[in-house]
């Protein structure tokens, strides 16, 4: 049995069923308790579970971070909740340094089962410093796993896993999703391995790579390629970054044999770029066009809307590179 929920409360009933499932999880964060969370994605946490176990934090990012990530070294399961991501750069040495290198360097002796959560990406008119896709920051370090939902299904159950995970996980939400709704399983036990991709559109012209916010604005452009052009476009939703399905990946370039790369961050060291060297070292001879790829222009998110809507990618431009790496205007 499936029910429509928004994204917001596919989380949300993730938090509840976990933390029943298992008394060693906790909430830590800002406004997560007493106002129900930044986004309301922990609304009526505080209410079943107490200050025990939903605690407010003042702002504090390395601080609260490295609780966490104390507290899972002592054997809890903790949640921790950052307001945006852009903020999550203040905790960066307590992530990078503490929480991905953990089992590592005391030689499988400490494990660190924590989850660090929140919106991240462009929210709309919030400028340069509260509007950036920071998963290449995170994808890049070993010892860490990095999750992107897009859907609310895929929300809950990778949430849901994330949760269970033994090592620290990295679980980025679009800011501009918590809204969109979707049919999610009426189970508590439902769950999305991690690594795993997920073929949201079958096709046979061209393979289009994504994740997160960006597969909307793929669905979008298939739409409007099978109605302009006749092209019948595969979209492949990664879902997890790190580590990423190389194998769906594989399956998907061997039989359309031309690919495109869409991402929300920059051109630069993305996980974009990588994702699409990874194609071309090891798919080369089955691409019969060069791969391209599409991303946020190379600059500082503009305050204003119609500005910032320049600077994301968008549909058009998919299209533009799907017709492209098809040889359609030829």
């Known amino acids: 049995m499936t029910r429509e929920i928004t994204v917001r409360e596919a989380l949300n009933e993730a938090h509840f069923e976990e933390m029943r499932r298992d008394e060693d999880v906790f909430l830590i964060g800002e406004e997560v308790a007493e106002y129900d969370g930044a986004y309301k994605v922990s609304k009526g946490l505080l209410d079943e579970f107490g200050e025990r176990r939903v605690r407010d934090t003042p702002i504090a990012e390395a601080g609260f971070t490295g609780i966490g990530l104390g507290a899972a070294m002592e054997g809890l399961s903790p949640i921790v909740e950052v307001m945006t991501f852009n903020f999550a750069i203040l905790a960066l040495d307590q992530i990078l340094n503490n929480a991905a290198k953990m089992r590592y360097m005391s030689g499988g002796q400490l494990s660190c089962p924590v989850v660090i959560r929140g919106p991240g990406g462009a929210g709309g008119a919030l400028g340069a410093t509260h509007s950036q896709a920071l998963e290449a920051q995170y994808t890049h370090v070993p010892g860490l796993k990095v999750m992107m939902p897009s859907t609310p299904a895929d929300a809950k159950g990778m949430f849901k896993t994330a949760i269970r995970d033994p090592d620290p996980v990295i679980f980025i939400e679009s800011e501009k999703l918590y809204n969109v709704t979707g049919e999610v399983p009426e189970d508590d036990d439902y769950t999305i391995p991690v690594g795993e991709g997920d073929i949201k559109r079958e096709g046979s012209d061209c393979t289009i790579v994504t994740w997160s916010r960006l597969f909307h604005d793929c669905r979008e452009a298939a739409d409007q390629l099978e109605e302009e052009a006749d ?20 399956e998907s370039v061997r039989k359309t044999n031309r690919v495109v790369v869409a991402e929300e961050g920059w051109p630069r060291a993305s996980v974009g770029s990588s994702i699409a060297d990874w194609i071309q070292r090891n798919l080369f001879d089955w691409l019969d066009a060069p791969i391209e790829r599409v991303h946020q222009r190379d600059v500082p998110m503009p305050y204003a809307f119609n500005l910032e809507a320049e600077s994301l990618p968008s549909p058009d431009e998919i299209v533009e590179k799907v017709k492209q790496v098809c040889y359609y205007e030829f």
């Open 231 to 250: 092209l019948d476009v595969e979209i492949l939703d990664l879902r997890s970054l790190r580590p990423f399905d190389k194998e769906l990946i594989e």
